[in-house]
């Protein structure tokens, strides 16, 4: 790069810093709320393309590592851009533009302090994932990710006036804390015991498998739990409602991206000896997460809770991609691991891409008509025709419908599971297979879940005709969408180019890359493995469709007449239709949780007989919280109170309890 | 990989045999029940026939006559007249549901299927894979006869079961002796003439097949 | 270029046949199921008689009705256009074949299905959501289960391309493979639930206590419905040449092999007649199941079409 001043890390550090100045300003603007709004956030949306391009930029070039004299004395901080972490800076960048310019209209009613405050925490909170990706060593790794589950933190609580978001900031930051020490010991075990904690000198430590094990079960949970795995998955649901929709935006896009991140620079980069049981872990707990997650969503009303479910979900399918490139990886198949590992990061990046559009458009229409129980919606394209069709976009895009990009992902995930039969053992053989079959289940569930979400939001009439204020999307909330549903639709034709650019990552971090006949395929023609295997083609498939539309609609026009007269609905002949008649979105996961009863805890409640007002209602609770959690925290109360005998309140007793313990380690250091 | 024909085949009327299998594991009523059982008995003939041409082992052709008579046509015909005797017309009742009595079965095939993989390498018939559709068999009917309620499915189940045996021995070895054949024969024979008695006497104790009645008969 | 010029008539005579044809198909079938019944039935061209009716007729779209409702008919016939066509009915190597493999298939008819649900739900009447949440309901469970269903032919022939996959069963040595048995009834029970047929709808009742495909139509008129009715024996022609593709495809000709194709069309029309005489026949003999049956019908197809893909990997590989 000899003609550039300045390398990709530079700008990004740069960019970084920026991004530290502009929290710094918005909190300096208390007073000019404007401000705020027309220059700090675009300003932003500016500096989130400069870290897209650089991350893009860093998909071609050699790693580039820096080290800043910052930290603690004799600790500096590493930092270091390499494919993968340009493969995350690209989502981060893309995603966090959107969402930038997007919050100038969003935030416009929020008062001057407040704004401020969340400008200030917006922008450190982006800073912070971008130290993730750019971080080298362990140390600056766990001070970013921290950084980043504080600032995330105050976001959530940021209607912290209203009880239910404190406590469920509380789950959030409770979960990542308890991610954040696995994480911590999973990098204390890698290390190996001689003290260096940069990266490069944890892939040089030599790990017995055991232990080698023992980190990536760590690794696996402190990360998880960020990601929203099951049985962690329990702060995303509490979270995303709480949160503003921007926030929850960034981060059910990008934040438990970067655990995903974590996950793959650990067990690929820093272990890289993969054993093919991690794969078996990874792929059963990313099936479970899928087939609840989506199950959950499906039952939910709170629009906002049911994306952050399917969050859980789409996290699931993720980790069955990453599993099943581990199992291959582990059986000494690489070529088929990078397989599994380009559909994980592919589909990592369209459901950033698309999770980010359904939460903006969710936060659209909260701020248009303030609702967020699906029961109430209705009609809303007759009010909002831009928010109808960039959710549309979306909707499509997470339902896995070709040919969008949801689709083109979930395919490569479906080309790696049949792979199986290159695997040698019987149990793996026939497990694989049965994740497939979940895989697809799941997929027809989504679809399932989101025609629910855009038929009783948008179509049918409006349930609530008093309802008369709303509006379509601001200028800039049209922007940030339209960002995001292009690039919907631009992923979505052209996979090829993704996944060659995601060859190169899985190229520098496991040393293979895809086969031949994939990787010469020109940019028509998606090839995973072998063009006699498997090949696809959704600019092909696009222009036909559509071209079968224009000409359908042409020969009828041209052959018949097009009279058409409007009148009221017929519905069988039944004279008084009203809004209340239409399923609602209870009624149209009715089937499903009796179906599936035994995986939820519903309770419903019928009126009587000769209720003059009768009223039905149905909760869905996520069994984990009584299953698990509440018993956690009642052992937690239990031994608490048992170790609550130690607690005299007597000071020489105390300093009793100190001289036993000095005396006990020195004894055991002797 | 090449199989010959007959290898094939019999590879062919393990899948089917397995297929009624699931179907028995999925069926409500009565009648299908018996009916899927004739069926899983016709497709056992069938193997044991082609088994026993390819390999030319004449003992098998007796018991091909033996199973033909009595699954295909006596037994199915007895429960038939118990059902029509007894007036039960009642679907099967379930302890679990379906979808989950055919999810448990699934992971049934899959153990199965591991579990007869080393034993089907160390033989060295051409029908050695279908050891495990055989084993596979035996869990399912045993699945059947735990989910099922009534006196008359877990007789059904019971039969299943020596079916998915029978199979295990003409697939793995090439049949057992005859005069083991002849004795199971009969024992399954004296077992539905004793079962039929049972349910008799059950209905007289009890006005009804339903076994949860038998729960009754415990001491407290 | 020869063979792609050949190719592209060959993908373009296939799917304007299988379109004019797809009519005569329902014809057939509703009056081999009118014999079945003692009845003298309408004539096997009925269905192109409504079909004409209809197109004449003026269309009435309801009063608050959007885009979406007006157009879904266009769309849902593409759709199903789209889908004849990447199947392997007449020769192998179609053209647009490698653009669309058996997971885009399944994505089409995915489409198509989200696409008439949504309009169903866009008037906002009772019966409008009803249709959409049963056929949202019916389709979660056979789109997977027609997913493992092809997934086990894709593994037999290891491509999941489906013209590699009828190549592969018909121009190849003769064997048999217990895995397809289990595919083959998952595949039936699919067809049957996927094109509103019994037991899991009736195609000829508006009653509205079980009606699920009807139901999302009530509100189209004239020249949507035409479009509809015609769309609906699409997929019912396209399911039935799946079947035949997959589990008989002996006859089919090789790309380019203009001598076969009288052959291979006397073949289709044929195998067409029989599988439609069957359909009915099997209509015939079974009754329908209640709705909350349904799931339970189609989570059988599922797993035992997951069951087909183990076979295969237990028994054959």
């Known amino acids: ?670 | 990989m090449t199989i010959p024909l007959s290898g094939q085949l019999i590879n062919l009327s393990a899948a089917f045999l397995l297929l009624v299998g699931f179907a028995m594991l999925a069926q409500r009523r009565i009648l299908s029940l018996i009916n899927l059982f004739a069926m899983q008995s016709f497709v056992l003939v069938l193997s044991t026939l082609i088994v026993a041409i390819s390999t030319h082992q004449h003992h098998l052709y007796y018991s091909v006559g033996i199973t033909f008579v009595l699954k295909v046509i006596l037994i199915p015909w007895l429960l038939h007249r118990f059902i029509r005797k007894l007036n039960l017309k009642w679907d099967v009742e379930t302890h679990i549901a379906i979808p989950t009595t055919m999810l448990l079965g699934i992971v049934l095939v899959i153990f199965a299927f591991n579990l007869a993989q080393p034993i089907s390498q160390l033989s060295g018939t051409v029908t050695r894979h279908t050891l495990g559709i055989a084993i596979a068999g035996v869990l399912l009917a045993f699945l059947m006869m735990i989910t099922r309620r009534k006196a008359v499915s877990q007789v059904i189940g019971f039969l299943a079961m020596e079916n998915g045996l029978f199979f295990a021995a003409t697939s793995a070895t090439y049949g057992m002796p005859l005069v083991v054949e002849l004795g199971i024969a009969l024992d399954v024979l004296v077992a539905m003439v004793i079962f039929g008695i049972f349910f008799f006497h059950i209905r007289e104790a009890f006005d009804s097949l339903d076994l949860k009645h038998m729960e009754q008969l415990k001491e407290d | 270029m020869n063979t792609l010029v050949s190719g592209i008539l060959f993908q373009v005579l296939q799917s304007v046949l299988m379109v004019l044809l797809a009519p005569l198909l329902l014809g057939w079938v509703n009056q081999c199921r009118a014999w079945l019944q003692n009845k003298k039935g309408a004539g096997i061209f009925q269905p192109y008689r409504t079909l004409r009716k209809l197109f004449n007729k003026d269309a009435i779209l309801a009063n608050n009705a959007t885009v979406f409702f007006q157009r879904m008919p266009y769309v849902l016939f593409a759709c199903m256009w789209l889908a004849v066509g990447i199947v392997p009915v007449l020769a192998t190597g179609l053209p647009f074949s490698p653009a669309a493999d058996v997971i885009a298939l399944v994505g089409i008819f995915a489409l198509a299905r989200v696409f008439q649900a949504l309009a169903a739900m866009d008037i906002g009447t009772a019966f409008g959501g009803l249709g959409a949440r049963r056929e949202m309901l019916i389709g979660f469970l056979a789109e997977p289960a027609m997913l493992m269903t092809l997934f086990t032919a894709s593994l037999i022939s290891q491509s999941t391309s489906l013209v590699t996959i009828v190549d592969n069963f018909a121009h190849h040595p003769f064997a048999i493979y217990p895995s397809m048995a289990f595919a083959a009834a998952a595949f039936v029970m699919v067809m049957l639930a996927e094109n509103a047929r019994i037991p899991i709808d009736n195609p000829v009742t508006h009653l509205e206590l079980t009606m699920i495909h009807e139901a999302m139509i009530l509100e189209y008129s004239a020249r949507h419905l035409a479009l509809i009715e015609w769309a609906t024996s699409l997929k019912l022609t396209t399911y039935i040449c799946i079947g035949i593709a997959i589990f008989l495809p002996f006859g089919i000709a090789k790309a380019g092999d203009w001598m076969a194709l009288p052959l291979a069309i006397v073949a289709l029309l044929a195998k067409l007649a029989a599988a439609g005489a069957g359909l009915a026949l099997l209509e015939m003999v079974s009754a329908k199941i209640r709705i909350f049956r349904a799931p339970e019908f189609l989570s059988t197809a599922f797993l035992l079409a997951t069951l087909g893909m183990l076979t295969h990997f237990l028994l054959e590989v």
């Open chain 1, 1 to 670: 790069m000899a003609h550039s001043v300045f390398l990709p890390i530079e700008i990004a550090c740069l960019a970084l810093l920026a991004w530290i100045v502009l929290a710094f300003l918005g909190l300096a603007c208390i007073r000019q709320p404007r401000i705020i709004l027309n220059v700090i956030f675009p300003a932003g949306a500016a500096i989130s393309l400069v870290i897209a391009v650089v991350g893009f930029m860093a998909l071609t070039l050699q790693a580039q590592t820096i080290i800043l004299p910052l930290g603690l004395p004799n600790l500096p901080f590493h930092l270091r851009l390499d494919n993968l972490s340009g493969v995350f800076l690209t989502l981060l960048g893309g995603v966090s533009f959107a969402v930038s310019i997007f919050s100038c209209g969003y935030f416009r009613n929020y008062n001057g302090p407040k704004l401020a405050l969340v400008a200030l925490q917006y922008h450190t909170f982006l800073a912070s994932m971008a130290l993730v990706l750019l971080a080298d060593d362990a140390y600056l790794f766990m001070v970013a990710w921290g950084a980043m589950a504080v600032a995330s933190y105050f976001l959530v609580t940021t209607e912290h006036q209203v009880p239910q978001n404190r406590s469920a900031g509380f789950i959030y930051l409770l979960t990542a804390h308890l991610g954040a020490i696995a994480i911590l010991f999973s990098f204390g075990v890698i290390q190996g015991g001689h003290g260096e904690y940069t990266f490069d000198a944890l892939r040089q430590a030599p790990l017995t498998p055991l232990w080698s094990t023992v980190a990536f079960l760590l690794a696996f949970f402190g990360f998880g739990a960020k990601a929203g795995m099951l049985p962690l998955h329990i702060w995303l649901p509490e979270a995303h409602p709480a949160a503003p929709s921007p926030v929850s935006a960034l981060m059910s896009g990008v934040m438990i991206k970067t655990a995903i991140y974590g996950m793959i620079r650990v067990i690929y980069d820093l272990l890289g000896v993969i054993q093919w049981q991690w794969g078996m872990v990874v792929l059963t707990v990313g099936a479970a997460t899928a087939l609840f997650g989506i199950l959950f969503a499906l039952t939910q009303n709170d629009l906002k809770r049911l994306l952050a479910y399917s969050s859980v979900e789409n996290i699931g399918i993720i980790l069955i991609g990453l599993g099943l490139s581990m199992v291959f990886m582990g059986m000494g198949h690489p070529t088929l691991g990078v397989l599994g590992l380009i559909a994980a990061l592919y589909h990592t990046i369209n459901h950033g891409i698309y999770k980010a559009l359904l939460f903006l458009g969710a936060g659209a229409i909260l701020r248009s008509s303030g609702m967020r129980n699906l029961n109430q919606m209705g009609g809303f394209i007759r009010h909002m025709p831009k928010i109808a069709l960039f959710m549309l976009v979306g909707v499509l895009s997470i339902s896995a419908l070709p040919p969008l990009n949801g689709f083109a992902s979930e395919w490569l995930i479906f080309q790696t599971t049949l792979q199986a039969p290159a695997l040698q053992s019987g149990v793996l053989r026939s497990l694989v297979p049965v994740t497939a079959a979940i895989l697809a289940l799941v997929g027809a569930l989504t679809a399932t879940c989101f025609v629910k979400v855009f038929g009783i939001a948008f179509l049918g009439q409006m349930r609530n005709p008093d309802l008369k204020e709303i509006h379509d999307a601001r200028f800039t909330e049209t922007i940030g969408m339209a960002w995001l549903a292009i690039s919907c639709v631009v992923l979505g034709l052209l996979p090829v180019f993704v996944i060659h650019l995601l060859n190169n990552v899985s190229l520098s971090i496991t040393g293979f890359g895809l086969p031949s006949d994939a990787v010469d395929s020109n940019w028509i023609w998606l090839i995973p493995t072998s063009a006699a295997r498997a090949s696809y083609s959704p600019i092909i498939f696009f222009a036909v469709v559509i071209s079968a539309v224009l000409i359908t609609i042409f020969l009828v026009h041209r052959l018949y007449h097009g009279r058409l007269r409007r009148g009221p609905a017929w519905d069988c002949g039944y004279p008084e239709q009203t809004p209340r008649m239409q399923d609602s979105s209870d009624a149209f996961a009715q089937a499903i949780r009796r179906i599936f009863g035994p995986v939820f805890k519903a309770t419903r409640h019928f009126p009587s007989p000769d209720d003059t007002a009768p009223r039905f209602s149905v909760t869905v609770e996520d069994k984990h919280w009584a299953g698990l959690y509440l018993r956690i925290a009642r052992l937690t109360t239990f031994v608490s109170n048992q170790l609550g005998v130690v607690q005299q309140g007597r000071i020489h007793v105390y300093l009793l309890y100190s001289l036993v313990t000095l005396i006990a380690l020195l004894i055991f250091v002797q």
